[in-house]
């Protein structure tokens, strides 16, 4: 079993930046791709990033592509999602999923494990 926890969620104006770690315990998290994803009230959640578990490939959200950074520190079993430039249509509760899957991507259902999320306000 994983156990993902994310932090670093809150408030924020309009074109600032939060950095989110996503820690993961019980089991080392070296050969999972790990995914981050964001959901509204009402609204499916949405993929917005994810990085494979050799950390040599990235994948984003059209949405987040060029604000949005995911990385992964393997000694730490934590991965992260900077967010810069942030705007109000950012705001979500985001989480970090794990993967065993060979490719999983913006798959949610190929996520085994999640976290129970983290807000993120925008104000504009």
């Known amino acids: 079993q994983v156990q993902l926890v994310e932090s670093g969620g809150g408030l924020v104006q309009a074109g600032g930046s939060l950095r989110l770690s996503c820690a993961a315990s019980?089991?080392?998290?070296?050969?999972?791709?790990m995914g981050w994803f964001r959901q509204v009230p009402g609204k499916e959640r949405e993929f917005v990033t994810a990085?494979?578990?050799?950390?040599?490939?990235?994948y984003y959200a059209d949405s987040v592509k060029g604000r949005f950074t995911i990385s992964r520190d393997t000694a730490k079993n934590t991965v992260y999602l900077q967010m810069n430039s942030l705007k109000p249509e950012d705001t979500a509760v985001y989480y970090c999923?794990?993967?065993?899957?060979?490719?999983?991507?913006?798959?949610?259902?190929?996520?085994?494990?999640w976290g129970q999320g983290t807000q993120v306000t925008v104000s504009s």
């Open positions: 999923a794990a993967s065993r899957a060979a490719y999983s991507g913006s798959n949610s259902r190929a996520y085994n494990y």
């Open positions: 019980g089991r080392t998290i070296s050969s999972y791709n």
């Open positions: 990085i494979t578990w050799t950390g040599a490939n990235t």
